[in-house]
């Protein structure tokens, strides 16, 4: 991730991918079967194969070793140019019906709208991030694979751990507790002594949806920093995701904990929604 928000530009994770890593995060098979699959669903395109993702990985490798070439100044053959003009046109029909059908913001026809210079600098950027990072040699992978684990911890570390823990449950009981206690209180109506229960208003306006610090508090979970790093940290990416719709601000340090412990599914959640509000 550091690596990243480094080669990226305005401290933007996504531009300082690789090709292959971009791929990736699309044709993994959790997260294609969970945001991809309704826009690839296409019956006339991706059929090379019997699973339409195992196809659109291959297509894409293809892509990423055409455009190692086009880097390294090597000219394509015209079987290449063929070859990527047929996958090109696999690829970005189910896209671009998904975009007709407003099931998409994503209009692939619009990044065809680029001059010479425009295109120039595209591949001169290209270029120095290649650099930079070594080339994109690695064929694109099934699914993301949870970095190594580390170390066994020492019995020092071991007994801080479980302090944590435990102090972490007396806090959490407490909440509890408080949330009970509250919830009994305001439930209790004040014409509960003399068993009449208040009348309730025939007409009464609809009341708007909450908004994402209101449902953090239904759910009895405290507007702060170390709250939401938390929930990184356990992989709770519905809680992580109403912490950043409600604006609250991260920090890198906060993934490096969910990073180390493989869990896969919070930090797209984390880099997506905060592409979104940039």
Same mark, same amino acid.
Request: net charge neutral.
């Given at each position: 991730?550091?690596?990243?928000?480094?080669?990226?530009?305005?401290?933007?994770?996504?531009?300082?991918?690789?090709?292959?890593?971009?791929?990736?995060?699309?044709?993994?098979?959790?997260?294609?079967?969970?945001?991809?699959?309704?826009?690839?669903?296409?019956?006339?395109?991706?059929?090379?194969?019997?699973?339409?993702?195992?196809?659109?990985?291959?297509?894409?490798?293809?892509?990423?070793?055409?455009?190692?070439?086009?880097?390294?100044?090597?000219?394509?053959?015209?079987?290449?140019?063929?070859?990527?003009?047929?996958?090109?046109?696999?690829?970005?029909?189910?896209?671009?019906?998904?975009?007709?059908?407003?099931?998409?913001?994503?209009?692939?026809?619009?990044?065809?709208?680029?001059?010479?210079?425009?295109?120039?600098?595209?591949?001169?950027?290209?270029?120095?991030?290649?650099?930079?990072?070594?080339?994109?040699?690695?064929?694109?992978?099934?699914?993301?694979?949870?970095?190594?684990?580390?170390?066994? &911890?020492?019995?020092? !570390? =071991?007994?801080?751990?479980?302090?944590? @823990? *435990?102090?972490?449950?007396? #806090?959490?009981?407490?909440?509890?507790?408080?949330?009970?206690?509250?919830?009994?209180?305001?439930?209790?109506?004040?014409?509960?002594?003399?068993?009449?229960?208040?009348?309730?208003?025939?007409?009464?306006?609809?009341?708007?949806?909450?908004?994402?610090?209101?449902?953090?508090?239904?759910?009895?979970?405290?507007?702060?920093?170390?709250?939401? &790093?938390?929930?990184? !940290? =356990?992989?709770?990416?519905?809680?992580? @995701? *109403?912490?950043?719709?409600? #604006?609250?601000?991260?920090?890198?340090?906060?993934?490096?904990?969910?990073?180390?412990?493989?869990?896969?599914?919070?930090?797209?959640?984390?880099?997506?929604?905060?592409?979104?509000?940039?």
């Amino acid at each position: 991730m550091r690596q990243w928000l480094k080669q990226g530009e305005d401290q933007h994770a996504l531009e300082g991918m690789l090709f292959s890593e971009l791929a990736l995060m699309v044709v993994d098979k959790k997260l294609f079967a969970r945001h991809y699959v309704r826009i690839f669903n296409d019956a006339s395109a991706l059929t090379l194969f019997a699973e339409s993702r195992t196809t659109l990985r291959m297509f894409l490798d293809d892509c990423r070793l055409a455009r190692n070439e086009v880097i390294a100044r090597q000219p394509l053959t015209s079987a290449q140019l063929m070859l990527l003009n047929v996958q090109y046109q696999q690829i970005v029909r189910p896209i671009q019906r998904a975009y007709a059908e407003k099931r998409t913001r994503v209009n692939p026809a619009s990044f065809l709208l680029a001059d010479e210079r425009e295109l120039r600098q595209f591949w001169e950027t290209a270029r120095l991030k290649d650099r930079q990072a070594g080339g994109d040699k690695h064929e694109i992978s099934e699914s993301i694979e949870p970095p190594r684990k580390r170390p066994p &911890r020492t019995p020092e !570390e =071991r007994e801080q751990l479980i302090s944590g @823990a *435990l102090w972490g449950a007396v #806090g959490v009981m407490t909440l509890a507790i408080l949330a009970g206690a509250f919830w009994l209180f305001s439930s209790s109506s004040p014409g509960s002594d003399n068993g009449q229960a208040p009348a309730m208003a025939q007409d009464e306006p609809p009341r708007e949806a909450p908004s994402a610090r209101e449902t953090l508090n239904h759910m009895g979970i405290t507007w702060d920093a170390f709250t939401m &790093r938390a929930a990184i !940290e =356990r992989n709770d990416t519905r809680v992580t @995701a *109403l912490f950043l719709q409600g #604006g609250m601000n991260w920090q890198l340090a906060w993934t490096e904990q969910a990073f180390a412990a493989g869990h896969t599914e919070v930090l797209p959640t984390v880099v997506a929604l905060s592409r979104a509000d940039g």
